[in-house]
T-cell receptor
Framework: AQTVTQSQPEMSVQEAETVTLSCTYD???????LFWYKQPPSRQMILVIR????KQQNATENRFSVNFQKAAKSFSLKISDSQLGDAAMYFC???????????WGAGTKLIIKP | DGGITQSPKYLFRKEGQNVTLSCEQN?????MYWYRQDPGQGLRLIYY???????QKGDIAEGYSVSREKKESFPLTVTSAQKNPTAFYLC??????????????FGPGTRLTVL
């Protein structure tokens, strides 16, 4: 079965510091896509960053970057220079190439300390 | 502005009643999805549709029904057969993956509470 595991229910970080959120997944597929979504208190789900499994280079989007380890089936999100607006639930999700369905982790609540 | 709208934002239902949640998108996306979100859990897929007049069950379709009469609209009906319908419901849409990412765009959600 395809599963996504986020082992950290909650993380906290001091404003301006760096935090890493972990995500592991289980699949027998070789072609797939990985996503990090952010859900702030407004509950609007927003895409943060995405990665194609065949690309070895880690994706980056401004202060957000991933550490993709295909062999270990790990897809962690690093947030640099944390800002108060980064406080949210962060969800890791996975999709295989031939399917529309996203498989979601349970989420990590990120708290930013001023 | 292009986007997805869901209404109402809050919905209260008495036991035994059917209720319908609205989802409209103007992104010209072919695919639309309904998810349920419960505390401490990831999103779970209820139904999805890739084309008008066609839809498929997701992981938790029991007690729910959908229709897709127009490309822009994908309403979800929560029937009285759904035993525990209190949850947050999210609608999403995406292109059919001619491109690889097939990013899903989400609406603001509807909070359903059974009284």
């Amino acid at each position: 079965a395809q599963t996504v595991t986020q082992s950290q229910p909650e993380m906290s970080v001091q404003e301006a510091e760096t935090v890493t959120l972990s995500c592991t997944y289980d699949t027998s597929e070789s072609d797939y896509y990985l996503f990090w979504y952010k859900q702030p208190p407004s509950r609007q789900m927003i895409l943060v960053i995405r990665q194609e499994a065949y690309k070895q280079q880690n994706a980056t989007e401004n202060r957000f970057s991933v550490n993709f380890q295909k062999a270990a089936k790990s897809f962690s999100l690093k947030i640099s220079d944390s800002q108060l607006g980064d406080a949210a639930m962060y969800f890791c999700a996975y999709r295989i190439d031939s399917n529309y369905q996203l498989i979601w982790g349970a989420g990590t609540k990120l708290i930013i300390k001023p | 502005d292009g986007g997805i709208t869901q209404s109402p934002k809050y919905l209260f239902r008495k036991e035994g009643q059917n209720v319908t949640l609205s989802c409209e998108q103007n992104l010209n996306h072919d695919a639309m999805y309904w998810y349920r979100q419960d505390p401490g859990q990831g999103l779970r897929l209820i139904y999805y549709s890739q084309i008008v007049n066609d839809f498929q069950k997701g992981d938790i379709a029991e007690g729910y029904s959908v229709s897709r009469e127009k490309k822009e609209s994908f309403p979800l009906t929560v029937t009285s057969a759904q035993k525990n319908p209190t949850a947050f419901y999210l609608c999403a849409s995406s292109t059919i993956p001619a491109s690889s990412y097939n990013e899903q765009f989400f609406g603001p959600g509807t909070r359903l509470t059974v009284l």
